[in-house]
């Protein structure tokens, strides 16, 4: 079965601070995708990243940076110099042979 | 491209009465469309999913004569809430795939549902 866990529920950071959130991941799929999704209290997901198991190389998109690490099963997502719009919840979720799944998602909240 | 509409955005009902959610692929043709649920501050959980043509197949925990999902057509899928009550309150968004389950999803908006 595939399962997701972001075990912050939530964070709360001062504006410029960087911010870490965690996931972690388990499949039996020797192919799968992994995923990032911000949701802000509008309720659309926004998508942010797409990953692929044979591709463990980091990412890195303006202040957003992804670490991928396969031996640890992980997948989290910095974002650097945090700003009051990055407020949101964040979902880390997986996809193998089957639709994707959410991980419990973490509210981040950045205060000005 | 790849967008996904969902109509309405929001919808207030009363208990007791149905109320039909659509969701279109607005420039791709959607082999799979998948219905989501999201309680307040939890995660997206997967409802149904649909391939253009089939039944529906349903998690666990689902039940498919409440919550009756036709895709009769590569563009559109609908979600029927059935006798609702207000445990069905919840935010639903769908998502649209152009090919079998392990391809990627798309996306709508949400429909925001109250039952009063």
């Known amino acids: 079965a595939q399962k997701v866990t972001q075990a912050q529920t939530e964070i709360s950071v001062v504006e410029k601070e960087d911010v870490t959130l965690d996931c972690v991941y388990e499949?039996?799929?020797?192919?799968?995708?992994l995923f990032w999704y911000k949701q802000p209290p509008s309720g659309e997901l926004v998508f942010l990243i797409r990953?692929?198991?044979?591709?463990?190389q980091n990412e890195i998109s303006g202040r957003y940076s992804w670490n991928f690490q396969k031996s640890t099963s992980s997948f989290n997502f910095t974002i650097t110099a945090s700003q009051v719009v990055d407020s949101a919840v964040y979902f880390c979720?997986?996809?193998?042979?089957?639709?994707?799944?959410f991980g419990k998602g973490t509210r981040l909240s950045v205060i000005a | 491209g790849a967008v996904v509409s969902q109509h309405p955005s929001w919808v207030i009902c009363k208990s007791g009465t149905s109320v039909k959610i659509e969701c279109r692929s607005l420039?791709?043709?959607?082999?799979?469309m998948f219905w989501y649920r999201q309680f307040p501050k939890q995660s997206l959980m997967l409802m149904a999913t649909?391939?253009?043509?089939?039944?529906?197949?349903?998690e666990q925990g689902v039940e498919k004569d409440k919550f009756l999902i036709n895709h009769a057509s590569l563009t559109l899928s609908t979600l029927t809430v059935t006798s609702a009550h207000p445990e069905d309150s919840s935010f639903y968004i769908c998502?649209?795939?152009?090919?079998?389950?392990?391809?990627?999803?798309?996306f709508g908006p949400g429909t925001r549902l109250t039952v009063t």
């Open positions: 499949t039996r799929d020797t192919t799968y995708y």
């Open positions: 649909s391939n253009e043509g089939s039944k529906a197949t349903y």
């Open positions: 420039d791709f043709q959607a082999t799979t």
């Open positions: 990953r692929n198991s044979f591709d463990e």
């Open positions: 979720a997986l996809r193998g042979n089957t639709p994707l799944v």
């Open positions: 998502s649209a795939s152009v090919k079998r389950v392990y391809y990627e999803q798309y």
